[in-house]
RNA sequence: GGGCGAGUGGCUUAGCCCGGACAUAGCGUCAGCCUCCUAAGCUGAACGCCGGGGGUUCAAAUCCCCCCUCGCCCGCCA
């Protein structure tokens, strides 16, 4: 509907003034779109901005294609403001389930997102990538892609060797209630204070290392069930979250079925291979300066070997690939994408995320620094189950832990999908538990209040024609939905919709304070709670695609 | 040392790709609003050399160059 107002109203101006580019911008406060166009066209015909937009105003006030559209030149502006139909239809549109849901599109998608490494429990930063991944996939979904979602399992890692080294030498009887995320870091950390003391045990580490390349069956059992158990906590602290995956992929599965030596094999030919203790791809052409190796001096595979395995697999089985990451791997991720690229694969769209930190500095698994997710989790279940309490102590405890239960995940989800990915951030107790403006409830909040709305109003007759300032203000922002989702989708940026969502919400309690909806009467009233039916759809379509509960009442 | 990212009122943050009309919002501060549809809300006020310096342009938070600060990376780890 927008895209189509840009489209028509672009094509116009084009028309009109022969050039290329419409130079149409958000016209913020002044109109729904506007051109600067004017100001390139003075110095093409050497005259004032100003007379040139009065008369290029003029000119398109009389095609009848925009005859729906109130055209203003303002100074050198020429503004767009749209008329009745475009209202009306936007929230006939809105008050459909499903508003917002893209064209289908036969581009099969793989996103691959979280795979943290199964050595301790997930924490802050990791759920970062965990939420930012998930988000993208549902918004994906709703732009009518078909999609899998899969968790890169790096079950063949050194701090898993660690972890077994630990659980054989070491006191590592799972506690009474220990989580096994939680049993696995304490025997990893252990381990580690271990080899801090010992530097001996790494010899023993770097056996298993090279039995598990080598499918020592013991040693495959012993690395598969620790790391299973550790998958089986992730799922727990993930389903918490609302985060679905659809496959868990193993790295070991790689060596086990030939595709990391056959993509070995083929490395090994390409022009940049320097195959001489190591084998290694020289990327300086590519501005890599350091080699990129892909296979040690006593013949085992690394990390990245594996890692083109799995993405050549990818790439054979999926239109696109589609990577989640954190900052740390940007490097190996451009040595990847540019492997993937020399080899004539499908290259990897990578979405990476800046680090999340404590207030005391980094964390890490190892040291047994970190907040781990499920401590949050508890945590804010707390808080938003003491909150309820005080707001709704008429409710029975079920229904008050069951909307706590929804007001953690939306507090958890929005307080970090909402930060544009490219920002480092601080973690912080006090904002993660903030229920209140710019926050995943406040959201909620505004839907449960549309929702209350309609219970009270009953059935009523749909009208589609608005009058006021704020109606229009907000059926105008409900209109740009679809948009949304394809920016977001588009820009692989989830944390757009993030901010739409609270600048719905924002839009709708303003409309909320100025006009009475069930008090007003006839058509008046019948406008409104169609309007307010099609926001609380559109909050809905909103939050669910954040992978928040819409709930009814809070 | 090199590469990547960030720097926007006291704090957090949008906008930057694609340059335009008084820079977005929240927290905090101050002044108000619950006999009225859920106050997890609303209204108003104060608070900004958009890190610094050059440049391009009619026009720069946005583009280019240099510098400063912070984060991340630069393994035959994953």
Sequence with gaps: MLHDMHTIIGDAIKEATGT????????????????????????????????????????????????????EAKGPYINFVFGRDYVSNAVRAAVQPGYGNLQKKAVRVVLEHTSANPNG??????????????????AFIKAGYSLEVQYYVNDMGRQIAIVVWGFDNLDSAQREGEKEDAHIARVYIAANQEIQKDESITQQVNLLMQLIENGDPATVRKFRREVSRCLDGFKVTMKDLNVAHDRFVWESDFIRNGNTERIINKLKRMPQARDDETLALDLSEFDFENPYVIRRSDGTSVYAARDLAYHAWKAANFDRVIDVLGADHKLIGAQLQCTMKILGEKVPEIVHFEFVSLPEGSMSTRAGKFVSADDLITEIRKRAFEEVTARRPELDEDTRKSIAQSVGLAAIRYDIVKVSPEKSTVFDWKEALDFERQSGPYIQYAHARACSILEKAGTFPVCF????????????????FPQVIENVVFELRPHILAIYARELADTFNTFYHYEPVLKSEGEVRNRRLTLVKALQNTLKESLETLGIDAIHSM
Excluded: C, M, Y
């Design 465 to 480: 024609e608005l009058e006021t300032e704020q109606e229009i203000l907000l059926a105008k922002k409900i209109a740009k």
């Design 121 to 138: 429990p997930l924490h802050v930063g990791h759920i970062r990538n965990s939420i930012i991944g998930d988000t993208l996939a549902r």
């Design 20 to 71: 290329d580019d419409p130079l149409l911008t958000d016209g913020g406060e002044h109109a729904d779109l506007a051109s600067t166009i004017a100001f390139s066209l003075a110095k093409q015909k050497k005259q004032a901005p100003v007379k040139l937009a009065q008369e290029l105003a003029g000119d398109l006030k009389k095609n009848p294609a925009l005859a729906e559209i109130a055209i």
